[in-house]
């Protein structure tokens, strides 16, 4: 179960309620169909804001831990996938209970500030997206967001480093030098 839970975070984007939340049916077609939300006192609702009704692709390593985690399901009567073996809703301290030891067999203890938390592997999603050039607009779809500008707040730091632009820059000037000269004298004139 942690591996599917884990990778819909880190591969897809997904918050943690909107992961708890999820049937076999939001699982369809090579896309995961994100809509609704599970609070942690097993209460279904919304997506955080409505543009977080979104249809995220589904990679096919995280289909793979699907299928695998599968014949071990114990569903709710709501159909919701990710429970307990008792069928009962993962609440604050089951996750975390999971998620640390998980940490630390890979080699990640505890930082200054405790340990990394699971929401980390959605801004690991967004920064890897962005870093692989995916578009802005796109990524703040994804994620679920309102508008890009959220998106550019949360993950500027993700946003490509200026020696990862270096080429593009020089293909930029080199198109720019390919261009017949510009006659300034004349483009003054019409200026003024």
Known sequence: MMRAVIYLAAFCGLRTGEILA??????????????????????????????????????????????????????????LIFRTIKGKVLGRAALPQKWHPILERAGLPRTDRGWRHFHALRHFAGSAWLDAGMPLADVSKLMGHANPQITAEIYMHSIQPTQHRSPLLEQCAANLLALPA???TQELRKAA
């Open 182 to 184: 510009p006659n300034f």
């Open 22 to 79: 999820l049937r076999w049916c939001d699982l369809a077609g090579g896309v995961v169909s994100v809509t609704q939300s599970l609070d942690w006192f097993d209460t279904l609702k919304g997506p955080k804001t409505k543009a977080g009704v979104r249809v995220v692709p589904l990679p096919s390593l995280v289909l793979a831990a699907l299928e695998a985690y599968r014949p071990h399901v114990v569903m709710d009567a709501r159909g």
